[in-house]
């Protein structure tokens, strides 16, 4: 084969490499930190445990996930190469799993209504059953 074949841009693929690994360094220090912060907010919380109010537990636990998330968008933006890809492949990927995690959500709050209907019995009650039955069968007499 001649030299002129390979040289064809039509043919071959020739990966641009940058060089330098100055960006994977600038990432992995970003992730360095945020799990850091994580970490130090988990032990946080583990130590105060029964010391603090509700909202502050609750709102730490929102910072975490929001690192976390943080965390998950580099790995997949660089390590897996995502963020260089062409705008509809990476909606291809982002929306169906947006969709998945909110399906999650939804069939966990009608489970736990679902519970909660059924641990009330919908707000019936054989005691309130037997009430109504009285009061049809006084009305008919």
């Known amino acids: 084969m001649s030299a002129q074949h390979f040289d064809n841009p039509e043919i071959t693929f020739q990966p641009e490499h940058s060089g330098g690994t100055g960006k994977i360094w ?10 850091i912060v994580e970490l130090a907010l988990g032990y946080f919380l583990y130590l105060q445990t029964g010391k603090i109010s509700n909202t502050v537990g609750l709102s730490t636990k929102i910072v975490i996930a929001l690192l976390t998330l ?18 509809n492949f990476i909606m291809t990927i982002i929306v169906p799993l947006v969709l998945f995690v909110w399906f999650i959500i939804a069939f966990l709050a009608d489970g736990n209504s679902w519970k909660n209907l059924r641990n009330t019995n919908a707000g019936s009650s054989p005691n309130k059953m037997e009430q109504v039955q009285k009061e049809t069968e006084a009305a008919h007499h």
């Open 26 to 35: 600038k990432i992995f220090w970003v992730l360095s930190i945020l799990t």
């Open 70 to 87: 943080a965390k998950a968008y580099y790995i997949v933006s660089v390590f897996m190469h995502l963020g260089d890809e062409i705008r």
